[in-house]
């Protein structure tokens, strides 16, 4: 299956935030699962690290 993860569940997921489901980070987990990451999101990561 693929998924694609928007910008916080990439940053929930990285943090290992309670914020994230079980399910949903055993699916990130699953190699048998494509995880794609929008080059948006890392886009709005940068700007949320500058910003503070």
Request: hydrophobic share 45%; charged share 20%; glycine share 2%.
């Amino acid at each position: 299956m693929k998924y694609l993860l928007d910008t916080h569940a990439i940053i929930w997921y990285f943090e290992c935030s309670s914020k994230l489901p079980k399910e949903i980070i055993e699916l990130i987990d699953n190699p048998k699962h494509c995880i794609y990451i929008c080059s948006i999101s890392l886009w709005e990561i940068v700007i949320k690290i500058n910003l503070g």
